[in-house]
T-cell receptor, first 113, second 116 residues
Framework: NAGVTQTPKFQVLKTGQSMTLQCAQDMNHEYMSWYRQDPGMGLRLIHYSVGAGITDQGEVPNGYNVSRSTTEDFPLRLLSAAPSQTSVYFC????????????FGPGTRLTVT | AQTVTQSQPEMSVQEAETVTLSCTYDTSESDYYLFWYKQPPSRQMILVIRQEAYKQQNATENRFSVNFQKAAKSFSLKISDSQLGDAAMYFCAYMGRETSGSRLTFGEGTQLTVNP
C-alpha cells in the first residue's frame, strides 16, 4: 500500500492563479480530510468527505473547493490563489469506525506571491 | 465548538532527561479521543499516543506517557529518557466520537528541542 499520497510536494503560484492539490489513498477509506498548517496555529480543517459524492466544510473553507467522485481521490482546488493561502496542506484519511487511526499524507508546501 | 490549547510554544530538555508538554481542551462531549502527534522537520505527521476518554487508565507507549485529567480537561505528554530524535513539533489533538466524526481539532503546537 502506498498509503496517502499528495502531489505536488512544493508549488509556487502567483496571486490569482488556480491550481489543484491532489490527494489519493489506496486503503479504501471512506473518510478524507484536508488541513492547512500555519505557524503558531496548528492544523485547521478546510473540507472533509465522509464518502464518494459527499463533502462538507470545515473550519476554514473560504477560497477552496473540493469534490469526491471516487473513494480514492479527494482533490483540493484553489480557484484564485491569494497570499493568505500560503501554507502547508495535509490530506488525511481514515476508515469508518476506526477514526482513532488517521493516516496523513506527506504534505504540500504552497507559496502564493 | 471544541478547542485545544497548548500554552508552551517552545520547550527544551537535556538528552536522557524527562520533559512534560501541556495541553488543555474544551468540549461538551463525553466521549472522545485525544492524541499527541509528532512532526519532525520532514513534515510527516506521526501519531505518538492516543487516549480514549472513557478509559481512566493513562495511555503509555514505551518512553511516552500521558497524564489525562478528564475533569480538568487536561492531557499532558511526558517523554522520559529524551533522545535527540525526539526533537520535533508536537501537536495535541481532539476528536469527538459523537459529533466530530473523523475530524481532528489541533492545538497550536509545541516545538521541542533536545540538547546533547
Amino acid at each position: 500500500n502506498a498509503g496517502v499520497t499528495q502531489t505536488p510536494k512544493f508549488q509556487v503560484l502567483k496571486t490569482g492563479q488556480s491550481m489543484t492539490l491532489q490527494c489519493a489513498q489506496d486503503m479504501n477509506h471512506e473518510y478524507m480530510s484536508w488541513y492547512r498548517q500555519d505557524p503558531g496555529m496548528g492544523l485547521r480543517l478546510i473540507h472533509y468527505s465522509v464518502g464518494a459524492g459527499i463533502t462538507d466544510q470545515g473550519e476554514v473553507p473560504n477560497g477552496y473547493n473540493v469534490s469526491r467522485s471516487t473513494t480514492e481521490d479527494f482533490p483540493l482546488r484553489l480557484l484564485s490563489a491569494a497570499p493568505s493561502q500560503t501554507s502547508v496542506y495535509f490530506c488525511a484519511s481514515t476508515k469508518g469506525g476506526q477514526f482513532y487511526e488517521q493516516y496523513f499524507g506527506p504534505g504540500t508546501r504552497l507559496t502564493v506571491t | 465548538a471544541q478547542t485545544v490549547t497548548q500554552s508552551q510554544p517552545e520547550m527544551s530538555v537535556q538528552e536522557a532527561e524527562t520533559v512534560t508538554l501541556s495541553c488543555t481542551y474544551d468540549t461538551s462531549e463525553s466521549d472522545y479521543y485525544l492524541f499527541w502527534y509528532k512532526q519532525p522537520p520532514s513534515r510527516q505527521m506521526i501519531l505518538v499516543i492516543r487516549q480514549e476518554a472513557y478509559k481512566q487508565q493513562n495511555a503509555t507507549e514505551n518512553r511516552f506517557s500521558v497524564n489525562f485529567q478528564k475533569a480538568a480537561k487536561s492531557f499532558s505528554l511526558k517523554i522520559s529518557d529524551s533522545q535527540l530524535g525526539d526533537a520535533a513539533m508536537y501537536f495535541c489533538a481532539y476528536m469527538g466520537r459523537e459529533t466530530s466524526g473523523s475530524r481532528l481539532t489541533f492545538g497550536e503546537g509545541t516545538q521541542l528541542t533536545v540538547n546533547p
